[in-house]
T-cell receptor, first 111, second 116 residues
Framework: GQQVMQIPQYQHVQEGEDFTTYCNSS?????IQWYKQRPGGHPVFLIQ?????EVKKQKRLTFQFGEAKKNSSLHITATQTTDVGTYFC???????????FGAGTRLFVKA | DAGVIQSPRHEVTEMGQEVTLRCKPI?????LFWYRQTMMRGLELLIY????????DSGMPEDRFSAKMPNASFSTLKIQPSEPRDSAVYFC??????????????FGPGTRLTVL
């Protein structure tokens, strides 16, 4: 079945450095969502991308949806300690009618 | 808004016991999802409902797991009998009405289940 793959699995950065996580699908996605989960917390919705080549920004976060709608990225500029957590991408399952979450990228930020 | 409410927040039980997890979705939302999260398997969708009707239960591990949604404001996930490998954090999520279940999902705080 369709899977959403995320890389890297972990990322350690120094505060102030940039961070990027990538999400790839074997099939075309009608949309992609991004969530953040703080340690000990629950996933919180960040954004949804729908259009091919779409780019959206939320303060220091930049989200992109690939032209072929098979990949997406989340870029954080100048990370802060408040950015720590796991970032998940999620996309619809082409074989069914549900959302599949990637394995997530866990971000560690050293002050 | 109170958000999605789950109870209990923590549950410790012994193998073989029945466990019931509860969820109250956000008022007005007509999709409800049950997820299980472990380090090994990540975030897995177990089952989801639309307008109280189960739509996809293909993620339910086995017959020991069952879920119900008797009305729009309440759902349960039951494990009977429980086993140590069921230990995980179980999340309930809901999303607003729409043509598909691909809308933004609002997650509850989760229930951390430990089966000894």
């Amino acid at each position: 079945g369709q899977q959403v793959m995320q890389i890297p699995q972990y990322q350690h950065v120094q505060e102030g450095e940039d961070f990027t996580t990538y999400c790839n699908s074997s099939t075309t996605l009608s949309n992609i969502q991004w969530y953040k989960q703080r340690p000990g917390g629950h996933p919180v919705f960040l954004i949804q991308l729908v259009k091919s080549g779409e780019v959206k920004k939320q303060k220091r976060l930049t989200f992109q949806f690939g032209e072929a709608k098979k990949n997406s990225s989340l870029h954080i500029t100048a990370t802060q300690t408040t950015d720590v957590g796991t970032y998940f991408c999620a996309g619809p399952n082409t074989g069914g009618f549900k959302t599949i979450f990637g394995a997530g990228t866990r971000l560690f930020v050293k002050a | 808004d109170a958000g999605v409410i789950q109870s209990p927040r923590h549950e410790v039980t012994e193998m073989g016991q029945e466990v019931t997890l509860r969820c109250k979705p956000i008022s007005g939302h007509d999709y409800l999802f049950w997820y299980r999260q472990t380090m090994m398997r990540g975030l897995e969708l177990l089952i989801y409902f639309n307008n109280n009707v189960p739509i996809d239960d293909s993620g339910m591990p086995e017959d020991r797991f069952s879920a119900k949604m008797p009305n729009a404001s309440f759902s349960t996930l039951k494990i009977q009998p429980s086993e140590p490998r069921d230990s995980a954090v179980y999340f309930c999520a809901s999303s607003p009405p729409g043509p598909s279940p691909y809308n933004e999902q609002f997650f509850g705080p989760g229930t951390r289940l430990t089966v000894l």
